[in-house]
């Protein structure tokens, strides 16, 4: 809960242990110190479930919220008045007494190549037929055995990941078995290992993930001064083009951990929206895009309201074309 003390109103950031988490919420804690000096934020990180099982990769746990449950029982109870959150890891829909307080301006929403220092200077489509590539991602692996099935595109489980090892022993091992890994490029940037980034890969070769490269600044619904707060935080077109990402996992019931891939724009008042699901062999890809135009639009408020409806459309469309299919596939 927010705290007065006999200089300055407090108030508690709720973030996660890891490191790439508490770069971030100390990026959006040097924000908020700046443009209100006269408030105090304090960090409180803490681990959560998915920061505690290390040992099994992310779809094999079966919990929606792996990283985000233990911090709203936090901000429930009052320990934190808000928790900062890589918005692809919050569920597309909250409990009903919180709420999404700020979307912050994305990053670089792109998959990144990182490669072994024995293969430098290659790409994925030069790299040698049998290469092992590792990624925690099964929206990677789907996409990318398309496209590279002279590569071995191998699950890797949380242990492995860069937020864990910065200095990516086992890739770095000459002894090792990756040729390479693939990880978000926002991720790599606000760790400052921007320059391990051997390729950014293109959205022709693989769609990201919904909300990738955002923040999310999650807070209670009823506290009114925290959201108020917030709103300076909040970017409108990154805010309105998740939106639409997020609606569209939402309709087809997806998570983190399902091969489902996006490419959202916001140009000239025009939403677009190209949405993407996978089998994992790679073998059934399912696409389809759609627009809307905001133009008439009168409020952010509506803006978001159209986001989500685009995103519902194009969920639609998805599953018009076979995408429930695999996604039921998926779930046996």
């Given at each position: 809960m927010t705290t007065e003390t006999r200089e300055k109103t407090v108030y508690r950031i709720g973030t996660r242990k890891s490191k790439l988490a508490l770069v971030q919420s100390k990026m959006v804690k040097s924000y908020l110190e700046k443009a209100f000096p006269q408030y105090e934020f304090i960090i409180e990180a803490m681990s959560t479930t998915g920061d505690r099982i290390l040992n099994l990769a992310l779809n094999k746990i079966g919990e929606k919220s792996l990283f985000t449950k233990e911090l709203e029982v936090a901000l429930e109870d009052g320990r934190v008045d808000f928790v900062v959150h890589c918005l692809k890891d919050l569920p597309t829909n909250l409990?009903?007494?919180?709420?999404?307080?700020?979307?912050?301006?994305?990053?670089?929403?792109?998959?990144?190549?990182?490669?072994?220092?024995?293969?430098?200077?290659?790409?994925?489509?030069?790299?040698?037929?049998?290469?092992?590539?590792?990624?925690?991602?099964?929206?990677?692996?789907?996409?990318?055995?398309?496209?590279?099935?002279?590569?071995?595109?191998?699950?890797?489980?949380?242990t492995f990941k860069i937020y864990r090892d910065t200095r990516l022993a086992k890739l770095d091992n000459p002894e090792g078995e990756y040729a390479a890994i693939i990880l978000a490029v926002a991720g790599l940037v606000r760790l400052d290992l921007g320059h391990r980034i051997s390729q950014v890969i293109p959205l022709s070769d693989s769609l990201y993930a919904v909300s990738q490269g955002a923040l999310g600044v999650e807070c209670r619904e009823n506290d009114i001064d925290t959201r108020r707060l917030l709103d300076f935080l909040n970017h409108h077109p990154t805010h309105t083009m998740c939106s639409a990402e997020r609606a569209l996992m939402r309709k087809l019931e997806g998570g983190c951990s399902v091969p489902i891939g996006v490419c959202s724009s916001l140009e000239d008042k025009i939403l677009s929206l190209h949405g993407l699901v996978a089998s994992l062999d790679g073998q059934q890809i399912v696409e389809f895009n759609e627009k809307i135009s905001l133009k008439k639009s009168t409020s952010a408020e509506q803006d978001l309201i159209l986001a989500t409806e685009l995103g519902v459309t194009v969920a639609d469309g998805l599953v018009e074309r076979g995408a429930s299919i695999i996604l039921a596939d998926l779930a046996h």
């Open positions: 409990p009903e007494s919180m709420h999404l307080g700020a979307v912050m301006e994305r990053e670089n929403p792109n998959d990144a190549l990182v490669l072994s220092p024995k293969f430098k200077g290659y790409s994925l489509a030069d790299l040698p037929e049998g290469s092992v590539v590792g990624t925690g991602s099964l929206r990677r692996i789907a996409q990318l055995r398309n496209k590279y099935p002279h590569l071995v595109l191998r699950k890797i489980n949380q």
